[in-house]
């Protein structure tokens, strides 16, 4: 069994785009180590988002194979898939996908919710998390009742709070500014250094990207 927390092998991807075939992934390779951080650069429409959608399968990939924790998840059940999803990944999203239902407390402890924690355990959790990106006075505001970079950093700490063994970020700080950028930043240093989380990190940002371990660029459907 390997140690990567995400091996991806070969990886393929199309979509039809108006009645043509269109190759937006096409044979890619990734191994990202526990507690490493890597950033993925690429051009808007070289399918950044589409290769995390894979990774945490919620696509499938036409070809290649993707294992999570040693995992090969690329003939599973959905329900296994979720089940890996909610209990060794994390999420960021581009747009960020907060429950409007929700209260931010409550959208934070969700991923602890689902795995059948108690709501007085994980709120205290979710509190925790939240004063770390620093929203402690936000904690019963709706998303619909937050700014843009206070819904991103409530994602992130949503993402973060079930310990993971790794986390996908679709541009994490793309909303944020210089301040809170930086407060996310550090805190993906501190969890991947102190917890071995692994982070990928879809970014357009090179100062963020040099704070990861190791950059790659995706073009032409190759990462490399
Ligand atoms: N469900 C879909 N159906 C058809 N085409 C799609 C679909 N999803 C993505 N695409 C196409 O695949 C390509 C890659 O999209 P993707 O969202 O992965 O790009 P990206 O690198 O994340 O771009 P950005 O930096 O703008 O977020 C684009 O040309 C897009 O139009
Ligand atoms: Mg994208």
Do not use: W
């Amino acid at each position: 069994m390997s140690d990567y927390v995400v091996e991806a092998k070969g990886v393929g991807k199309s979509f039809l785009q108006g009645g043509t075939r269109i190759n937006v992934l096409n044979g890619v390779n990734l191994s990202l180590n526990r507690g490493e951080r890597v950033a993925i650069l690429g051009r808007s429409g070289t399918g950044k988002s589409t290769l995390l959608h894979l990774l945490a399968g919620l696509d499938n990939a036409e070809i290649g194979d993707i294992k999570i924790g040693g995992v090969d998840i690329t003939n599973e059940s959905s329900s296994l898939r979720a089940s890996i999803r909610n209990t060794q990944m994390g999420f960021v999203y581009q747009f960020h996908h907060l429950l409007a239902e929700f209260t931010a407390l409550e959208n934070v402890a969700m991923p602890l919710r689902l795995r059948g924690m108690s709501s007085a355990s994980s709120n205290q959790l979710a509190f925790e998390m939240l004063k770390k990106v620093d929203l402690i006075g936000r904690s019963s505001h709706r998303p619909s009742e937050l700014s843009g970079g206070e819904r991103q950093r409530v994602a992130i700490a949503r993402a973060l709070i079930g310990d993971p063994l790794v986390v996908l970020a679709d541009e994490p700080t793309g909303n944020l500014d210089g301040y809170n950028a930086e407060v996310v930043l550090e805190l993906i240093c501190e969890l991947s250094e102190e917890k071995k989380i692994g982070f990928l990190v879809v970014t357009h940002d090179e100062s963020i990207a040099s704070r990861m371990h190791r950059t790659l660029v995706l073009a032409n459907g190759i990462l490399k």
